[in-house]
């Protein structure tokens, strides 16, 4: 495998330096070298995007779904190719692999139905009251458009679903946006063959030359250019806080600043009622071990935090977690550099002052390298609220158990917390309107608010809100999953006065695209 920069199917000039992808379970090197791109690259990808923007963005979204479903097509048919060289960059079992291919597809599908559809664009129609004094109204009309080349930055946790060809670039591309993804430097290999699938779907759809391009760097200085190039108009990131805090900073200093979507991670509250603790314990233990160790503890929606108030069957919920936790085996974790963070951040926060180590994982893997040791640590609520670092993201497979003294310091507890992705409740329903009081507090500071369940595992549908206040999101409005997540990479235009022949299809009387429209304030598909 030579991996390639990939500018509408066609090679461009890189700086001579490569690089090569390591197994994250062995270390070993992997087959293929990767080119780095340099300034020229990334001026290059970008002016393909520039101008392959002025035709794509008006395609109708039929061209763009057949586009959209041949991307999937595409990479199904890749087959144990794709997934065999992606558990081997990311160390993620084959199972999972299969499963985010399955996710990676199912969204570009759902996008081909969105804008094959129509109706997201949202097309408004106030028709003109000539008659109307003391002055006239015309006719105005609006609908959504896009805003031009989106970057994308794959993410680590995700060499699929969240790379690529994942939820980022779909969106751009059903909203009527070129997209330049900077492949992430942990599975160079995995992004070449998705980015080799995206160009042959482009080409055999007749897509604009341009329309997409994939560019790879071991460091940061094309992740850099990309931002900061004027023909950028959008950018999309998954990953820490310190990575997408100086993208959004990169981005505050152009001369024309640019919307930066940015997912940069959550602790997910989950609030432990009383009630439930004393009814099913050992439920609620096992139910939470799993997910603390999901996925090496990789997730963004992973439990990291969790609040329970002194009381009855706290002690046998603890046991039984201290257990599970002591039993879970090692998982590799995705790179050497996030296994070595893990280590650190998780062994400096067990060293803070009032904290005792519930749990720590037993069975390590010690024929790998990267090996997760689970654990789960115990504070009570005073030491909480005066140590800033137990609302610290630690990356993987650990969780911090607040134990607070009464339901009034455990509120007290709620009001300090930062925003997140998620929050959640384990409760009996009939204990909950004691706490409502508690949970219009907790709604205030998450993007789901999640009942009797656990916080990993997202789903990808229309109704889906992945993304909340800051810092686990630059942009709390908006969504990086399911079909909302188009928005982000379009904005309204009206049109004011134009003959019924020269605006979009969209907005036109006869509604030749047969999509749901509001019509002077009523709905019609007429």
């Known amino acids: 495998m030579t991996g390639k920069n990939i500018i509408a199917c066609e090679q461009v000039p890189v700086s001579g330096e490569r690089f090569t992808a390591l197994s994250a379970s062995t270390g070993a090197v992997l087959t293929g070298e990767f080119e780095v791109a340099d300034s020229t690259a990334v001026q290059a990808a970008l002016e393909a995007a520039q101008q392959a ?38 160390g993620l079992p084959q199972a999972r692999i299969m499963g985010e291919m399955g996710r990676t597809t199912g969204q570009l599908r759902m996008f081909a139905d969105l804008v094959e559809e129509g109706s997201w664009v949202n097309a408004v129609i106030d028709t003109a009251q000539p008659e109307r004094t003391p002055l006239p109204k015309s006719d105005i009309r609006k609908m959504s458009v896009a805003v031009g080349p989106v970057v ?46 995206i160009c042959k779907a482009a080409e055999s759809t007749g897509m604009p030359k341009g329309v997409f391009s994939l560019l790879f760097d071991s460091g940061y200085a094309v992740g850099e250019q990309l931002v900061t190039h004027p023909a950028t108009k959008a950018v999309a990131f998954t990953g820490s806080y310190k990575g997408g805090m100086a993208l959004v900073d990169l981005a505050r200093r152009r001369n024309d600043v640019i919307p930066v979507f940015t997912e940069m991670g959550s602790i997910n509250p989950v609030l432990l009622l009383p009630e439930a603790i004393r009814n099913k314990p050992e439920e609620l233990a096992a139910k939470y071990a799993a997910s603390i160790t999901l996925g090496a503890g990789q997730f963004c929606t992973n439990p990291g935090l969790m609040l329970a108030v002194q009381g009855e069957g706290l002690d046998r919920f603890t046991g039984a977690l201290a257990a599970a936790i002591e039993n879970a085996p090692s998982a590799t974790m995705l790179t050497a550099g996030i296994w070595k963070n893990y280590q650190t951040l998780s062994e400096g926060v067990m060293a803070e002052a009032g904290v005792t180590v519930m749990a720590q ?3 390590i893997n010690q024929e790998c390298v990267n090996q997760s040791a689970a654990a789960v640590i115990k504070v009570s609520g005073a030491d909480f609220l005066a140590n800033p670092k137990f609302q610290e993201e630690i990356f993987g497979p650990m969780s911090v158990l607040v134990v607070a003294e009464n339901a009034e310091q455990l509120e007290q507890i709620a009001g300090k917390l930062h925003g997140q992705l998620t929050v959640t409740v384990m409760a009996e329903k009939e204990e909950l309107p004691a706490y409502s009081q508690l949970l219009s507090k907790l709604s205030d500071i998450t993007g789901r608010l999640i009942l009797n369940g656990v916080p990993t595992g997202v789903e990808v549908c229309a109704a889906m809100q992945h993304g909340g206040p800051f810092p686990a999101t630059s942009d709390s409005r908006f969504t990086s999953v399911g079909t ?31 999509i749901w429209r509001i019509v002077d304030n009523q709905w019609t598909k007429e």
């Open 53 to 90: 923007f002025a035709q794509y963005k008006n395609i109708g979204g039929a061209k763009k779904a057949a586009f959209l479903r041949a991307i999937a097509t595409e990479i199904t048919e890749l087959g144990s190719t794709l997934v065999d060289r992606a558990v081997a960059e990311s």
């Open 152 to 197: 994308v930055f794959g993410a680590s946790n995700f060499p699929l679903a969240f790379s690529v060809a994942g939820g980022d670039t779909a969106s751009a591309f059903a909203a009527g946006c070129p997209v330049v993804v900077k492949a992430h430097p942990a599975h160079p290999g995995t992004s070449a063959l998705v980015g080799e699938a």
């Open 361 to 363: 994982s037993k069975a």
């Open 484 to 514: 909302g997540a188009v928005y982000r990479f379009v904005r309204p235009l009206a049109w004011q006065d134009w003959d019924d022949a020269l605006l979009p299809a969209e907005l036109q009387n006869a509604n030749p695209l047969n």
